[in-house]
């Protein structure tokens, strides 16, 4: 945890990690006092008693995980005489303090904003997709779609230096990486995945924005992994790792939203979920999918 008073345009600012393992909670506060300062010191004086809190406004985004942030509206109680956070000390005095939790991930994001049901929900072809450029401008649309990896770009930037507290980009600073978000100079980085690849179904094809967890996934290492390859075994072995993950067909969970460039609105679609093909279960929503149309 870390206080910083110096942030940009004079605000207060107070950095959580939410159950040791969750995202970070930011409590910004426009006039240096209240959520950032006082509660922010106040949370920080008795941490260790793992109090519960509730918070309501908060601002959501999904930059390489779920990030929560106040705004000017928020209020916040710290251990409040109610029900559910009484049952909820009492799970994590018991045994939740002692449970592995897995982080919040975009994904989850995808699960609020547009339903993240399961691969065979919300199904569209590319075609759907790349033929209405406006498709994603006034907000986030989600579908699932069928498709093979048809290229992954060598020569693209594939990863960057990430921050091991908060998954950030970090700048070489000295011997170290420098961490803008957590503010601190570190010894070690973790690389993770940032790129695109191309890929096709029946109707088109398109590139795809692809982060680290899913990356991972596709190209069956990580990017650390990845990298010792290509810097120990040569430029062969790494070339043939990327081309093993192409022609392979996948199930995916994306996003389609609208990014501007030079003035100019592009449509960008991103990978939010991705699972391989189980043909069995392909082979009985393909069925379904016929028997509706010979209903009618």
């Known amino acids: 945890m870390s206080t910083n008073p110096d942030e940009p345009k004079s605000r207060a600012r107070t950095d ?23 509660t922010g010191q106040e949370l920080l004086d008795m941490v260790d008693s793992s109090p ?6 908060l601002k959501v985004s999904d930059f390489h995980g779920v990030y929560l942030s106040t705004i000017g509206r928020s209020t916040l ?25 897995a982080p ?11 339903g993240f049901k399961s ?10 997709i790349t033929s209405d450029p406006a498709m ?4 986030p649309v989600f579908f699932s779609m069928y498709a093979i990896i048809s290229h992954i770009k060598l020569d693209q930037n594939m990863w960057y230096r990430a921050c091991t507290t908060c998954n950030k980009v970090t700048e070489v600073f000295g011997s170290g990486y420098w961490c803008e978000g957590c503010q601190k100079n570190d010894y070690e980085c973790s690389l993770r995945y940032i790129m695109v690849i191309k890929v ?29 390859i290509r810097k120990e075994e040569g430029d062969d072995n790494y070339i043939l790792k990327l081309k093993e993950a192409t022609w392979v067909p996948h199930l995916f969970r ?6 501007e460039y030079m003035n100019e609105k592009r449509q960008r679609i991103t990978v939010r979920g991705e699972a391989p093909v189980d043909f069995a279960a392909e082979s009985k929503y393909l069925l379904e999918e016929i028997a509706k149309l010979t209903a009618y």
Not at 16 to 38: G, M, P, S, Y
Not at 77 to 101: H, R, V
């Open 136 to 139: 994603g401008q006034e907000k």
């Open 254 to 259: 994306i996003s389609v939203t609208q990014d």
């Open 52 to 57: 519960i809190v509730v918070i309501k406004s």
């Open 16 to 38: 959580f990690l939410l159950n040791n393992e969750l995202e970070v909670q930011k409590f910004w506060d426009e006039n240096k006092n209240d959520l950032a300062t006082r």
């Open 104 to 114: 919040i991930s975009a994904e989850a994001g995808a699960t609020r904003a547009g």
């Open 200 to 228: 096709f179904d029946p109707t088109g094809e398109a590139w795809v924005s692809v982060f680290n967890e899913h990356a991972e996934k596709i190209i069956g290492c990580s990017a650390d992994e990845l990298d010792r």
């Open 119 to 128: 691969m065979y929900s919300d199904r569209v072809f590319l075609s759907h």
């Open 77 to 101: 109680e710290i251990n409040p005489d109610l029900p559910k956070a009484k049952n909820l000390m009492s799970w994590y005095d018991s045994e939740g303090k002692d449970t592995s939790l």
